[in-house]
């Protein structure tokens, strides 16, 4: 298993079949989805798990003067409970940390009952609302701040 920077283009199955899942869970205008092309940008870094040259989990982080926005956080069920996600997480964590960014940032939805554990667990909190998004009661904010004497722990 190994977590690298892919192109968000190799990843398109993945990122068609979250998109499938958020639009059963959430309305179009609830569903804040960045486009492969948007994760192309300069400030986009996407990672992938990769297994056997496969690759089996997504995500991404969106790198602002400020702050990092996690996104595209994804594992599909026939591979959770791996610990991919947390591996993923842990990868863009240093990446920003490596940037001398301390603040990350995200936005899912009430529904994602499993995703907002694993959130509180690596040590996000709730928090309002950043960036351009709306108040949207379908939309929780999450905030996590890192440190550099725990990179080494990531």
Request: aromatic residues 10%; charged residues 30%.
């Amino acid at each position: 298993m190994e977590i690298r920077r892919i192109n968000p283009k190799d990843a398109e199955a993945l990122i068609a079949e979250l998109d499938e899942y958020q639009s059963r869970l959430y309305p179009s205008g609830s569903c804040h989805l960045d486009s492969i092309e948007t994760l192309q940008q300069e400030n986009v870094y996407f990672y992938g798990a990769i297994e056997h040259e496969r690759i089996v989990a997504i995500g991404s982080v969106k790198v602002f003067a400020d702050y990092g926005e996690l996104k595209r956080i994804y594992v599909p069920p026939s591979q959770r409970r791996r610990g991919l996600a947390q591996k993923i997480i842990h990868q863009l964590e240093t990446l920003l940390i490596e940037k001398n960014i301390h603040t990350v940032r995200l936005e899912t939805g009430p529904f994602s009952k499993d995703a907002i554990a694993l959130y509180e667990k690596l040590g996000y909190s709730i928090r309002g609302k950043f960036g351009d998004y709306e108040d949207d009661p379908l939309s929780t904010f999450m905030e996590k701040q890192l440190h550099a004497e725990s990179r080494e722990a990531l």
